[in-house]
């Protein structure tokens, strides 16, 4: 009986342990890219945000803890997370990118990265939609709900190829029957 009550205990740590920690995206670094690339083609989901954005900060706590819009990202797709503004150098298909505006400790908006100019990023959020190539399919900008995000990513996985018409997007946004809880 003993026994069985200490396995019962150690089921239970172990599933709210489990649950505590919870399913996430995984994201990589810009700079790992190209060997994930290597490794696995796929497309890629770059999130550019910034530290002051209050829709970045909506859509990271209310979109991509979403358990359907992990698992999907997950499965299908690359996930890298991007600080506009942030200092760091990045290297990306060969070039390196920097932040030479950016001003340490200073508030609010800062210098804006090279990468994201690169990315003809205009507002934030944007989503940066890449294809196996790491070439740019779309920036797409705005806060994004677990349904209108899985438009996207199901377009860009599924029936996006390059050429893709206007209206074929517009086919297949209008036949489109969202499934994300």
């Not at 172990?14 to 696995?40: C, F, H, M, P, Y």
């Not at 819009?69 to 942030?86: L, P, R, T, W």
Request: aromatic letters at 14%; a negative charge; charged letters at 20%.
């Amino acid at each position: 009986m003993k026994r069985q009550a200490s396995l019962a205990l150690f089921l239970l740590s172990v599933s709210l342990t489990a649950l505590s920690q919870g399913a996430s995206i995984n994201w990589i670094k810009v700079d790992d890219l190209e060997a994930a690339q290597a490794r696995e083609p796929r497309k890629v989901l770059i999130d550019v945000y910034t530290q002051w954005c209050g829709p970045c900060k909506m859509m990271m706590r209310n979109t991509f803890t979403n358990a359907d819009v992990i698992s999907y990202i997950n499965d299908h797709y690359y996930a890298v997370k991007f600080d506009a503004e942030g200092p760091d150098p990045v290297a990306f298909k060969g070039k390196t990118f920097s932040n030479p505006t950016y001003v340490p400790n200073k508030p609010g908006r800062n210098g804006v990265h090279e990468l994201s100019r690169a990315f003809q990023v205009r507002a934030y959020p944007t989503i940066v939609y890449l294809d196996e190539d790491l070439e740019m399919i779309a920036p797409i900008s705005g806060y994004k709900s677990p349904q209108q995000l899985e438009l996207y990513l199901r377009f860009f996985e599924d029936a996006w190829a390059p050429g893709t018409s206007q209206e074929e997007w517009d086919t297949f946004q209008q036949s489109f029957t969202p499934t994300f809880e």
